[in-house]
């Protein structure tokens, strides 16, 4: 990770909403966060926490009727949240890679991979149709394809499903783009294909420079791959900070909660940490914190006043109790 240099994205106050006959429903409410160039950042949390929808509104792929309602994103200093549609469609292929979580979705089962990854070059560098093949066939064999000028010619099917989303990978990367946004990369594959595609993400940093934006639920995956990690709750950040910092002393309760729920090795507890309840839907936000129905700490502040993040030393966390939370855990 290179953290002395400026920010590659830059997200202010993201609101994303959803118009509704019943009324406007905020999906993800005043988020801001930055990555760096090289750095992975993983974003978790349960389902319909918002990160997936952070994702969609950077690459602009957001599904009507949602849409960006305030706040900014930035790509190398630019905005891009406001960009007409083509014009945001040359910046998601050539400075934005995605990555998603069924490769079926993003591969054409019509065409051959070697058609879709050349289409994908061509539109995007200015190459001839061979030197565009080459370039596909580099780009698989980086990505771990075997035989990857005879697989070129194959269509998705004939893939298996970590080998598809190899495919993927090789998409992305095809116009060697600044960014990618990974939502779920590895949910749909089992742990040893996982392990492959967690350490061809690190290296595609390492080699590249390349920042990712990992979107997962899977605090396993963020702990191998992540060098940060944005904990994310009813549309909001709950703690953001460096991962070893974030799981070894999270400082907000719905992250203790998170982290007591993962067991380890050599550790022998009866029970795992349970975070009661479940997470508020979009038409029933509590006042004051979000998470203060589920929460073990909760105080009258927490009820009728709503935080932002709070610098807690190591980690950012919006928590009007971190310190009481962190006096809690070490006298553990």
């Given at each position: 990770m290179r953290t002395n240099q400026a920010p590659l994205l830059e997200v202010k106050n993201l609101r994303v909403e959803f118009p509704t006959r019943r009324g406007t429903l905020v999906a993800v409410d005043d988020v801001s966060f930055s990555i760096a160039p090289g750095e992975v950042?993983?974003?978790?949390?349960?389902?319909?926490?918002?990160?997936?929808?952070?994702?969609?509104?950077?690459?602009g792929l957001l599904e009507p009727p949602g849409r960006v309602a305030g706040g900014e994103i930035r790509l190398e200093g630019e905005r891009i949240d406001r960009l007409p549609y083509e014009q945001m469609r040359r910046v998601r292929g050539k400075k934005i890679g995605a990555i998603f979580q069924d490769p079926l979705t993003s591969l054409n089962p019509l065409f051959t991979i070697g058609r879709q990854l050349t289409e994908t070059i061509l539109t995007h560098i200015d190459l001839s149709q061979t030197q565009a093949r080459d370039?596909?066939?580099?780009?698989?064999?980086?990505?771990?394809?075997?035989?990857?000028?005879?697989?070129?010619?194959?269509?998705?099917?004939?893939?298996?499903?970590?080998?598809?989303?190899?495919?993927?990978?090789a998409l992305a990367l095809a116009a060697n783009p600044k960014l990618i946004v990974a939502d779920e990369p590895t949910t749909a594959l089992d742990v040893s294909i996982q392990a492959q595609i967690i350490a061809l993400l690190k290296k595609l940093c390492r080699d590249h420079g390349t920042a990712v934006m990992l979107v997962t639920h899977d605090m396993g995956v963020i702990a191998e791959t992540a060098d940060r990690v944005a904990v994310m709750y009813a549309g909001r950040i709950a703690e953001i900070g460096p991962v070893r910092e974030v799981v070894k002393n999270p400082r907000h309760p719905y992250t203790v909660g998170l982290m007591g729920s993962i067991p380890?090795?050599?550790h022998d507890a009866e029970r795992l940490t349970q975070i009661d309840g479940s997470m508020p839907r979009l038409t029933a936000i509590p006042r004051g914190c979000a998470f203060n129905p589920r929460c073990p700490h909760v105080a009258e502040r927490c009820r009728t006043e709503r935080p932002d993040l709070i610098d807690t030393g190591a980690t950012e966390a919006a928590c009007w109790r971190h310190a009481d939370i962190r006096a809690a855990a070490a006298a553990e």
């Amino acid at each position: 990770m290179r953290t002395n240099q400026a920010p590659l994205l830059e997200v202010k106050n993201l609101r994303v909403e959803f118009p509704t006959r019943r009324g406007t429903l905020v999906a993800v409410d005043d988020v801001s966060f930055s990555i760096a160039p090289g750095e992975v950042l993983g974003v978790v949390g349960e389902s319909g926490a918002g990160k997936s929808l952070t994702g969609a509104a950077i690459i602009g792929l957001l599904e009507p009727p949602g849409r960006v309602a305030g706040g900014e994103i930035r790509l190398e200093g630019e905005r891009i949240d406001r960009l007409p549609y083509e014009q945001m469609r040359r910046v998601r292929g050539k400075k934005i890679g995605a990555i998603f979580q069924d490769p079926l979705t993003s591969l054409n089962p019509l065409f051959t991979i070697g058609r879709q990854l050349t289409e994908t070059i061509l539109t995007h560098i200015d190459l001839s149709q061979t030197q565009a093949r080459d370039r596909a066939i580099e780009l698989l064999m980086e990505v771990g394809i075997p035989a990857a000028d005879k697989r070129i010619d194959h269509y998705p099917h004939q893939f298996s499903g970590g080998m598809r989303q190899r495919v993927v990978i090789a998409l992305a990367l095809a116009a060697n783009p600044k960014l990618i946004v990974a939502d779920e990369p590895t949910t749909a594959l089992d742990v040893s294909i996982q392990a492959q595609i967690i350490a061809l993400l690190k290296k595609l940093c390492r080699d590249h420079g390349t920042a990712v934006m990992l979107v997962t639920h899977d605090m396993g995956v963020i702990a191998e791959t992540a060098d940060r990690v944005a904990v994310m709750y009813a549309g909001r950040i709950a703690e953001i900070g460096p991962v070893r910092e974030v799981v070894k002393n999270p400082r907000h309760p719905y992250t203790v909660g998170l982290m007591g729920s993962i067991p380890t090795i050599g550790h022998d507890a009866e029970r795992l940490t349970q975070i009661d309840g479940s997470m508020p839907r979009l038409t029933a936000i509590p006042r004051g914190c979000a998470f203060n129905p589920r929460c073990p700490h909760v105080a009258e502040r927490c009820r009728t006043e709503r935080p932002d993040l709070i610098d807690t030393g190591a980690t950012e966390a919006a928590c009007w109790r971190h310190a009481d939370i962190r006096a809690a855990a070490a006298a553990e």
